[in-house]
């Protein structure tokens, strides 16, 4: 036997092996994962020859790519929207110093992200103003504060939602110091219940889009348009995102729809159906956005340069993933599993394609399924896809491992077929 210490390999051997990660990580860093990776050589937990893998390993953080197989278009806890390249290329061209609010021709400031609100209005006609903050929470947080104060804000008791997370909005506006009005039944309220409660005192009402579960049996509540011109604003949250209606999603609420039925301010998130970066959308009247667009507490929230480079990037350029993922044909997710499993079928893998259901997820169309096609293998393969190199998310269902083809995108097939061939 020889001496595990003998076997260590030399820092400078390994450090000359790994110049890449060195420009990535700085040499100090690398030199410290390469240190830690020795121990383990000498503890003899790890192989002499392990010690870069380990290493690299080390030296990976932030978060990583992930391959989303869930079959959850939007899935919260993978980063909701994957966003499109000419998203991906805006953020990269706004990383440096930008003109976000700088006017090049007059050489004098200009208002921030002004290309974003164009692209925003320009997608929105209905809305005679937009403005843009952290995410969709932020929006309902600036409404309380500037609209309500410590008034009342009027809303449903069917439409009190936890957003996720253990997250409440009737918390989350109370966390304002404002007063939060709770009118109807869980299952049923009246354009009565809400004029009833409307006073003097009154900051808003709120109407809250049900973006997480579904109420059925004895409902009902009252349209957008039964709640315009009740004399206080009308602010609705839809949720989701979407501006215009999708023919997919007949129920889901969109941006152009509420305003047209007499929403003073519309709410949403960017990041969900949308598809772009993690924002918070203010669509509606003029007057309105400007009085949250000039309230000290709209700084706190104020959007990064490159949230607004992304988001008008969605905006003007082509479908982003997950409205291609939303639309996709059936017959051709049909194929790719076919295709796919037919390829890991040859190399003796247990790998069938079936036909599946994914869902919209993330706080969208909650009730809808969307007919999909997925490469179903033995249940075994889905915690070493998570681990390996470019990580896979499936689901399991029924005691398989299911990867659903709708929320991957068809560039990522190929790594999908490489990451299963790559569990032992
Ligand atoms: C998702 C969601 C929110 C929260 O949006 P964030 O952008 O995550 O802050 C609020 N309201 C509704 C109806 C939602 O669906």
């Given at each position: 036997?020889?001496?595990?210490?003998?076997?260590?390999?030399?820092?400078?051997?390994?450090l000359?092996?790994?110049?890449?990660?060195?420009?990535a990580h700085?040499?100090?860093?690398?030199?410290?994962a390469?240190?830690?990776?020795?121990?383990?050589?000498?503890?003899?937990?790890?192989?002499?020859?392990?010690?870069?893998s380990h290493?690299?390993?080390?030296?990976?953080?932030?978060?990583?790519?992930?391959?989303?197989?869930?079959?959850v278009?939007?899935?919260?806890n993978?980063?909701?929207?994957?966003?499109?390249?000419?998203?991906?290329t805006?953020?990269?061209?706004?990383?440096?110093?930008?003109?976000?609010?700088?006017?090049?021709?007059?050489?004098?400031?200009?208002?921030?992200?002004?290309?974003?609100?164009?692209?925003l209005?320009?997608?929105?006609p209905?809305?005679?103003?937009?403005?843009?903050?952290?995410?969709?929470?932020?929006?309902?947080?600036?409404?309380?504060?500037?609209?309500?104060?410590?008034?009342?804000?009027?809303?449903?008791?069917?439409?009190?939602?936890?957003?996720?997370?253990?997250?409440?909005i009737?918390?989350?506006?109370?966390?304002?110091?404002?007063?939060?009005?709770?009118?109807?039944?869980?299952?049923?309220?009246?354009?009565?219940?809400?004029?009833?409660?409307?006073?003097?005192?009154?900051?808003f009402?709120?109407?809250?889009?049900?973006?997480?579960?579904?109420?059925?049996?004895?409902?009902?509540?009252?349209?957008v348009?039964?709640l315009?011109?009740?004399?206080?604003?009308?602010?609705?949250?839809?949720?989701?995102?979407?501006?215009?209606?999708?023919?997919?999603?007949?129920?889901?609420?969109?941006?152009?729809?509420?305003?047209?039925?007499?929403?003073s301010l519309?709410?949403?998130?960017?990041?969900?159906?949308?598809?772009?970066?993690?924002?918070?959308?203010?669509?509606?009247?003029?007057?309105?956005?400007?009085?949250?667009?000039?309230?000290?507490?709209?700084?706190?929230?104020?959007?990064?340069?490159?949230?607004?480079?992304?988001?008008?990037?969605?905006?003007?350029?082509?479908?982003?993933?997950?409205?291609?993922?939303?639309?996709?044909?059936?017959?051709?997710?049909?194929?790719?599993?076919?295709?796919?499993?037919?390829?890991?079928s040859?190399?003796?893998?247990?790998a069938?394609?079936?036909?599946?259901?994914?869902?919209?997820?993330?706080?969208?169309?909650?009730?809808?399924?969307?007919?999909?096609?997925a490469?179903?293998?033995?249940d075994?393969?889905?915690?070493?896809?998570?681990?390996?190199?470019?990580p896979?998310?499936?689901?399991?269902?029924?005691?398989?491992?299911?990867?659903?083809?709708r929320?991957?995108?068809?560039?990522?097939?190929?790594a999908i077929?490489?990451a299963?061939?790559?569990?032992?």
């Amino acid at each position: 036997m020889t001496d595990p210490r003998r076997q260590v390999p030399r820092t400078d051997a390994v450090l000359s092996a790994m110049t890449t990660e060195v420009d990535a990580h700085g040499r100090d860093a690398v030199k410290a994962a390469i240190h830690s990776a020795q121990d383990q050589v000498r503890a003899g937990t790890i192989d002499p020859n392990q010690v870069i893998s380990h290493a690299r390993a080390a030296l990976r953080t932030g978060p990583r790519p992930v391959i989303n197989a869930t079959g959850v278009l939007v899935h919260t806890n993978l980063g909701r929207a994957s966003l499109s390249t000419a998203a991906r290329t805006a953020i990269q061209a706004a990383a440096g110093t930008t003109d976000v609010e700088f006017d090049l021709v007059t050489g004098t400031r200009r208002q921030r992200g002004r290309g974003t609100m164009d692209a925003l209005r320009a997608a929105v006609p209905a809305a005679d103003d937009a403005h843009m903050v952290n995410n969709n929470a932020a929006a309902l947080l600036l409404c309380a504060i500037v609209l309500a104060g410590s008034r009342d804000i009027v809303v449903s008791r069917g439409e009190l939602v936890e957003i996720g997370d253990g997250f409440r909005i009737p918390d989350l506006l109370r966390s304002t110091g404002a007063r939060l009005r709770g009118v109807g039944t869980t299952n049923r309220t009246t354009v009565r219940d809400y004029t009833d409660a409307i006073s003097s005192d009154t900051g808003f009402v709120l109407k809250v889009h049900p973006s997480n579960f579904v109420v059925s049996g004895f409902t009902s509540t009252p349209d957008v348009a039964d709640l315009a011109g009740l004399g206080v604003p009308l602010v609705v949250d839809i949720g989701s995102g979407l501006l215009a209606p999708h023919p997919a999603l007949p129920d889901e609420p969109d941006a152009a729809t509420m305003l047209r039925a007499g929403a003073s301010l519309v709410t949403a998130s960017a990041d969900k159906l949308l598809g772009g970066p993690q924002a918070g959308l203010l669509l509606g009247a003029a007057a309105l956005i400007e009085r949250l667009r000039r309230h000290p507490a709209a700084r706190a929230m104020r959007v990064d340069k490159l949230t607004l480079a992304a988001l008008e990037a969605t905006l003007r350029g082509p479908r982003p993933p997950v409205v291609s993922a939303l639309e996709a044909d059936l017959t051709e997710l049909g194929s790719r599993a076919d295709r796919l499993a037919a390829a890991l079928s040859e190399r003796g893998i247990d790998a069938v394609a079936v036909s599946s259901l994914a869902v919209v997820g993330g706080g969208g169309a909650p009730g809808v399924e969307l007919p999909s096609a997925a490469v179903s293998l033995p249940d075994s393969y889905a915690q070493p896809l998570r681990v390996g190199m470019t990580p896979v998310v499936g689901r399991i269902e029924q005691g398989r491992c299911l990867l659903d083809l709708r929320s991957v995108m068809e560039s990522d097939d190929d790594a999908i077929l490489n990451a299963v061939l790559s569990v032992d």
